[in-house]
């Protein structure tokens, strides 16, 4: 089994049954790496209806690698483009119930197929008088609700909104205190700690005027300032009193 990742389209098929099957391989794990070389030795597909069919009719008599790509996204964009120019889905004779590769999401960067390409005027003009009949037509399901509909929606969200209060908190490590909105119906934390001091993230020291803090924050409430205040000395070279270490 070759080493080489090379994902690919390939096809399957039935020829007496007039069935097929086009598909892709693009995995890079420790388990498996795409390789044309894989295909119908070690690897017989990932679709449980391929595998269904031939327990009832036996293996495939054609088995052909159609194209190599050196991306995954590529190899995933080739497979829904040929699968929507074929029209699997309309016909009974091909074993592909998706439109395979990325399958109802719209892929995206390099591998959209507008990709690079500007739009004429015409064409944007075209699109919006489009959407503007479509509009007009009440087409759109959100367009269609009534004033009184939406205030009706509306204050039923307002009555079965549950009540919130305002909690002050002060950090069990730094006493830093903190205003914060919740559920009256949500549990009071005992050992509530501001976001600098959480664990996994510790604060990296500042030294301000030439006293050190445990962090932007512990240096703003010590000095009354507020933290852009405190980002914008340790920034500046106008400052040289107030540095950011590094551990």
Not at 22 to 50: C, D
């Amino acid at each position: 089994m070759s080493t080489e990742y090379i994902p690919y389209c390939y096809l399957i098929g039935w020829s007496k049954l007039d069935t097929w099957y086009y598909g892709v391989e693009y995995a890079n794990n420790s388990q498996r790496i795409a390789n044309p070389s894989n295909l119908w030795t070690t690897y017989f597909t990932s679709s449980k209806h391929v595998r269904t069919f031939i327990e009832e009719h036996g293996e495939p008599d054609v088995v052909q690698v159609r194209k190599l790509f050196s991306t995954r996204e590529k190899a995933q964009l080739w497979e829904c483009t040929v699968l929507r120019r074929l029209k699997v889905r309309e016909k009974t004779n091909w074993l592909n119930v998706n439109p395979g590769g990325f399958g109802f999401a719209v892929p995206t960067g390099e591998c959209h197929p507008c990709f690079g390409k500007k739009r004429s005027e015409e064409s944007k003009n075209k699109q919006r008088e489009t959407r503007k009949q479509r509009h007009n037509q009440g087409l759109y399901s959100y367009y269609n609700h009534s004033p009184e509909q939406i205030e009706k929606v509306r204050q039923l969200g307002k009555n079965n909104a549950k009540p919130k209060e305002l909690r002050t908190y002060t950090c069990s490590k730094c006493n830093t205190v903190v205003e914060k909105t919740e559920y009256s119906h949500h549990p009071i934390n005992q050992n509530y700690r501001c976001k600098h001091c959480k664990p996994g993230r510790p604060p990296k020291p500042v030294i301000m005027f030439g006293v050190r803090y445990d962090g932007e924050s512990h240096a703003a409430a010590a000095l009354c300032m507020s933290l852009d205040q405190i980002r914008h000395r340790l920034g500046s070279n106008k400052f040289p009193d107030c540095i950011r270490l590094d551990t």
